[in-house]
């Protein structure tokens, strides 16, 4: 059982627009910051989003992460076969003292 | 541009430890700021934080591993290592090196591939 909440799978058709969602507490997504991963199957996992809503150099601005309370979301817009993976949120929890991960959310591409 | 490589046995009988170690190149262990990290990845996919490391030799483990968990840099060879006691089959995953380049912020922005460990 992760400590943050993923929906399992997500999906929606090529050029349209997803939202992945990743609730939590207040001791983890409220009062720190959140990052989002992207795991293309059989490979290691790749920074998308950090500080909440940041993107690294070279990730496309198809991909924005937002923060409110104690949940964060990542979007996805103009989705291309090539996005189909698992896509996991991240953040420190304060109360734990520890790294923290959701479950992972499957996006399919119809 | 910076990788990172992890090295291991792939498969370990049950209670033995396992040694990891990862090495970084394209950028130095000691830069001031950056943190590394271990993190690992069950068969069903579910993803662990395992601790973090900086080039001074200070640690932050996860608690539920901390009693089992030891974890060394050697700035002299760019690597950092991992040490897990008393092995049970649950340790079974992908093992992933990481950087962390700011611990504030607690983000992973560049990997290593990841190794395989069985125990069994």
């Known amino acids: 059982q992760s400590v943050l909440t993923q929906p399992p799978s997500v999906s929606a058709a090529p050029g349209q627009r997803v939202s992945i969602s990743c609730s939590g507490r207040?001791?983890?997504?409220?009062?720190?910051?959140v990052s989002w991963y992207q795991q293309v199957s059989g490979r290691a996992p790749k920074l998308l989003i950090y500080?909440?809503?940041e993107r690294p150099s070279g990730i496309p601005d198809r991909f924005s992460g937002s923060k409110s309370g104690t949940s964060a979301t990542l979007g996805i817009t103009g989705l291309q076969t090539g996005d189909e993976a698992d896509y996991y949120c991240?953040?420190?929890?304060?109360?734990?003292?520890?790294?923290?991960f959701g479950g992972g959310t499957k996006l399919t591409v119809l | 541009q910076v990788q990172l490589q992890e090295s291991g046995p792939g498969l370990v009988k049950p209670p033995q430890t396992l040694s990891l170690t990862c090495t970084v190149s394209?950028?130095?262990?000691?830069?001031?700021?950056?943190?590394w990290t271990w993190i690992r990845q069950f068969p069903e996919k579910g993803l662990e934080w395992i601790g973090y490391?900086?080039?001074?030799?200070?640690?932050y483990y996860n608690p539920s591993l901390e009693s089992r968990l030891t974890m060394s840099v050697d700035t002299s060879k760019n690597q950092f290592s991992l040490k897990l006691t008393s092995l049970t089959v649950a340790d079974t995953a992908v093992y992933y090196c990481?950087?962390?380049?700011?611990?504030?912020?607690?983000?992973?922005?560049?990997w290593g591939k990841g190794t395989t460990v069985t125990v069994s």
């Open positions: 990481a950087r962390v380049p700011n611990d504030i912020y607690h983000y992973m922005d560049v």
């Open positions: 394209g950028a130095s262990i000691r830069t001031s700021g950056h943190y």
């Open positions: 490391i900086y080039h001074s030799g200070n640690t």
């Open positions: 207040t001791s983890n997504i409220g009062n720190n910051y």
């Open positions: 500080k909440n809503s």
């Open positions: 991240a953040t420190w929890d304060s109360s734990l003292r520890s790294g923290v």
